[in-house]
């Protein structure tokens, strides 16, 4: 990439020179940025945005980089924007279960912060909790917990998003209910960048549940098991995860490779032993599992060495989604309450089309989460939105399209 | 923010003087504005003559909601299907006329009260529930259901929406999402923007479009959670696709009685301490509890200083655990006595108390202001005894019934408007509380919404660049001046900034549900 020096030199001048890095530790999909900047603080990260418009230079903001391939390639990228220094807890109650927290802190770090209190933050995001605070809200991706429990984005109590024209805005606040003007926050979630950087978000939090247990059920195929995942789904148990695994996903959950459900019991002592008995009694086959088979999903549902798909499917049809899947040779399970199936393998555009179509028909989605920029570039990623007026914010917040441009597609 | 009219509206804030206002809300009785014959005869042929109003006496149903500011709209509009409300807003577009949605009328922040006239969209007309699929635990209705007409068709199947603000039986759900409605079980569950998963929407110029879908977490822009609470400022919902939960296999309600309001709040901060979060977790204080048991009977102590109705759900064994812990907690910080309900009818009676408590307030005062407060749950002891300080400072009796597990205060400040320099002096005192809500780190509104009441306020809050960002998202959704005008964010044309005449909007007419 050609950048102006004189432009880039305007960078350095603008921003503390122990900020800048190396660009070449920023590839992104085989293309290198001119410049790299890892701000120290949220005002550095205005600065650093505000200098990029003036430019017309692209900035794409990176934190531990696990979602850098979803989305659309970028279109131009000029400026790496390091968010990891913004690792600061900026203010903590345990008593009132809320935390603030700047964007490039981890959720390694974030937990392990929580825990010390016996509280957490109710998420499990994919690949792990290597992720960073911004880059989770940013993509908006859930585990298996969603749909048992709140999402990142119903947890956000409050919101700072850098904009390029250099201004740092908030929206919300650090109480747990609010109906204090637009929560813009929610706009950012999930967007990728698309309106400006988040550098502080505001969570609610949850105590941590005094007992979990992972339980494997088995029954005679994938249909049984999907009956079985939702008759466990309606008990009315203290369950925050369901998921029904293919045989193939099974094998690659070091589980025995047949088709099964992953089940965790969470909640107080007595409500989980019941929770035990109950589900033992409801299946053919059950027995323990381990806790680290929930983190090897998580990993497969982004990690790299294949094509990895999100389908939303109605719960009712996770089963025959999965088995759809594993049938055509890629390693498929579903989170049942989200309606929430991952599909991983190789697969080719029309293929992903044609997925796309079977679970639109349903009242469904499919985003892909991980492919190379050429399937990428073939498939749109997120599929179909309301773009008309995703372009008339656009042109409101970032209208030079100086964030991310191009990731969420032609002009976005 | 780069729009150019952000700066301009905030400027606005100054220049405008209640008198512009007042004179564009009420259109001369001599004459209708121009063009009115043309606005009715449009509306007329797309909507059906049965479906428009048009005559004063008519319409004055329909000049307030559940406040007490008016303004009369020019034509109220009873539109039956999406199409109609998209030709209701064209037309009012192509006559430059404003345009206000309004579902039951029982918001509490004057959002539904059309302050510039203009077109009222009324959606009470379009009140199906489309369908319930069990299985899947989503509902499809449309914007006219009310809440407790969904809550009554979802239970045979032992499914529940969780929103259930106090007004459940009048309250729509539309309104719900213009609102981000709260209620008594959002401790544990979420205010509604939690809860609804699609949305249909007819945007400013008519456009439909549809938000979100039948699952979470779809791909793309949020636009779904940007829309529920934007107040009917940047389109009008038309369709709703909510999730549902299942109902609690197991419940207990419990009330702790205490001496007093400080001892009540400390209860409530030390069960949140506890890492314990109750489905629901409420204070009445004295005057409440003396206002409803004799109407009641629940068994509310009379000699009470505060009571607290907590309810914990689950399986029965964790809420065994739970209920446990609720009254060891309560003990601890001073509770005179904590009673479990027995029986369902007993649980009844005293969840009726908390939904009948500001009607009761009503019919004993002339008039009173219904506060809608936030603020983080460990400062609740500290800004409870602020808000009886302030209260008796005025000279003012309150009567405080809340969602107290969230830290959302709802103080009722009694008074009588014919006693001279009353309401002045209760529209200070409102503000000083609002003030130690916001210097706990809190905020003015927890679920009433700003709608026009709190407008002013919202400068406490925000900066000029925030305000110029949420701005910013009303000219991207092409509502900026004649949808739901002077409502959420300071200035607009013609609209007042009187702090008196605004906050004047949400003192209640008197008795009835909330």
Not at chain 1, 81 to 100: A, C, F, K
Not at chain 1, 153 to 158: K, V, Y
Not at chain 2, 272 to 299: N, S, T, Y
């Amino acid at each position: 990439m050609t950048t102006a020096a004189s432009a880039l030199d305007r960078l350095r001048h603008a921003l503390p020179s122990d900020t800048e890095r190396p660009p070449a530790h920023y590839a992104l999909d085989g293309g290198t940025p001119a410049i790299a900047f890892a701000p120290n603080d949220p005002a550095e990260v205005a600065t650093l945005l505000h200098e990029a418009d003036e430019a017309g230079l692209a900035l794409a903001p990176l934190g531990a980089r696990t979602a850098a391939a979803l989305g659309r390639p970028l279109a131009r990228y000029d400026i790496a924007l390091d968010l990891r220094p913004l690792d600061r807890v900026i203010e903590y109650v345990p008593e009132d279960l809320v935390i603030t927290v700047q964007a490039g802190v981890t959720l390694a770090t974030l937990q392990a912060t929580l825990r010390e209190h016996g509280q957490y933050l109710t998420v499990d995001p994919p690949p792990g909790d290597e992720v960073t605070v911004g880059g989770m809200l940013a993509s908006a991706r859930s585990g298996a917990w969603r749909g048992h429990l709140p999402a990142a984005r119903d947890l956000i109590l409050g919101m700072r998003v850098a904009l390029p024209s250099g201004e740092v805005v908030h929206s919300g606040g650090r109480v747990v209910k609010n109906v204090t003007g637009y929560d813009l926050h929610r706009m950012h979630t999930g967007a990728l960048g698309a309106f400006g950087v988040i550098v502080e978000a505001t969570f609610k939090l949850a105590p941590l549940p005094a007992a979990t247990r992972t339980l494997l059920l088995t029954a005679a195929d994938i249909e049984a098991c999907g009956a079985l995942a939702r008759r466990v789904w309606d008990a009315g148990l203290a369950v925050r995860a369901i998921a029904v695994l293919g045989a193939r996903a099974a094998d690659a959950a070091m589980l025995a490779p047949v088709p099964c459900v992953l089940v965790e019991a969470a909640g107080s002592v007595a409500a989980v032993e019941r929770t035990l008995r109950e589900l033992r009694s409801a299946a053919t086959g059950a027995g323990d599992a381990s806790v680290e088979t929930w983190a090897r999903l998580r990993r497969l549902a982004a990690g790299p060495g294949a094509t990895v798909l999100r389908l939303g499917v109605p719960p009712a049809e996770v089963e025959t989604t999965v088995a759809a899947l594993e049938r055509a040779g890629l390693t498929a399970w579903a989170h049942l309450a989200a309606g929430s199936v991952i599909a991983r393998g190789e697969i080719a555009a029309p293929d992903v089309e044609a997925l796309r179509r079977m679970a639109v028909e349903r009242g469904g989605f499919l985003q892909v989460e991980v492919a190379s920029a050429a399937l990428r570039e073939a498939v749109d990623p997120t599929g179909a939105e309301e773009r008309t007026l995703v372009e008339a914010l656009k042109r409101q917040f970032d209208p030079r399209g100086t964030v991310n441009p191009g990731r969420r597609g032609p002009g976005l | 923010m780069r729009d150019g009219d952000a700066g301009h509206a905030l400027d606005a804030t100054l220049a405008r003087t209640m008198a512009t206002s007042s004179a564009a809300a009420h259109p001369a009785s001599s004459g209708q504005p121009a063009g009115h014959e043309a606005l009715v005869r449009d509306l007329q042929q797309a909507l059906g003559v049965d479906s428009v109003l048009q005559a004063p006496e008519d319409l004055i149903a329909f000049e307030y909601d559940a406040t007490i500011e008016r303004a009369l709209p020019e034509v109220a509009v009873f539109p039956a299907t999406t199409d109609q409300v998209a030709a209701a807003v064209r037309i009012a577009e192509a006559h430059s006329r404003p345009v206000v949605p309004r579902g039951s009328g029982s918001g509490l922040s004057g959002g539904a009260v059309p302050v510039l006239g203009g077109v009222l969209v009324v959606l009470t007309k379009m009140n199906r529930i489309i369908e319930v699929d069990r299985v899947n635990r989503v509902a499809v209705v449309q914007p006219g259901v009310v809440n407790l007409q969904l809550q009554e068709a979802l239970a045979p199947h032992g499914l529940v929406f969780a929103p259930d603000p106090s007004s459940q039986r009048v309250c729509s759900l539309g309104g719900n999402v213009a609102n981000n409605s709260g209620g008594p079980h959002t401790l544990a569950h979420g205010s509604t923007v939690n809860h609804v998963l699609g949305l249909e929407v007819v945007l400013p110029g008519g456009r439909v479009v549809r938000f979100g879908g039948r699952l979470a977490d779809m791909p793309g822009i949020d636009l779904r959670g940007l829309f529920v609470g934007s107040e009917g400022t940047i389109g009008i919902v038309t369709e709703i696709t909510v999730r549902l939960v299942r109902a609690a296999p197991d419940v207990r309600t419990l009330v702790a009685i205490f001496d007093s309001v400080d001892a009540a709040s400390e209860a409530v901060s030390a069960i949140i301490r506890r890492g314990l979060i109750p489905v629901a977790l409420e204070m009445l204080d004295r005057e409440i509890i003396r206002l409803v048991e004799p109407r009641i009977h629940a068994g509310y102590p009379l000699d009470a200083g505060a009571v607290l109705l907590i309810e914990v759900e689950g399986l029965a064994e964790g809420v065994e655990a739970d209920a446990a812990s609720v009254e060891e907690a309560c003990g601890l910080a001073g509770a005179r006595e904590v009673r479990v309900a027995r029986t369902a009818a007993e649980r009844d009676r005293l969840w009726e108390a908390r939904k009948v408590g500001i009607g009761a307030i009503g019919a004993a005062s002339p008039a009173f202001y219904l506060l809608d407060g936030v603020v983080p749950r460990t400062r609740l002891p500290e800004v409870m005894r602020g808000v009886m300080e302030t209260s008796a400072r005025y000279g003012f009796r309150v009567a405080n019934i809340f969602h107290a597990g969230d830290g959302n205060l709802h103080p009722n400040l009694m008074f009588d408007p014919d006693e001279p320099g009353a309401t002045e002096r209760v529209l200070e005192c409102a503000e000083t509380i609002m003030r130690l809500c916001v210097d706990a780190g809190g905020a003015v509104t927890g679920e009433h919404g700003i709608g026009l009441e709190k407008r002013s306020y919202m400068e406490w809050i925000y900066s000029a660049a925030d305000l110029a960002a949420m701005h910013a998202v009303r000219v991207a959704f092409g509502g900026a001046d004649r949808f739901n005008p002077c409502k959420v964010l300071p200035g607009g044309h013609g609209c007042s900034v009187g702090h008196g005449a605004e906050a004047l909007a949400v003192m209640r007419r008197g008795a009835d549900s909330v």
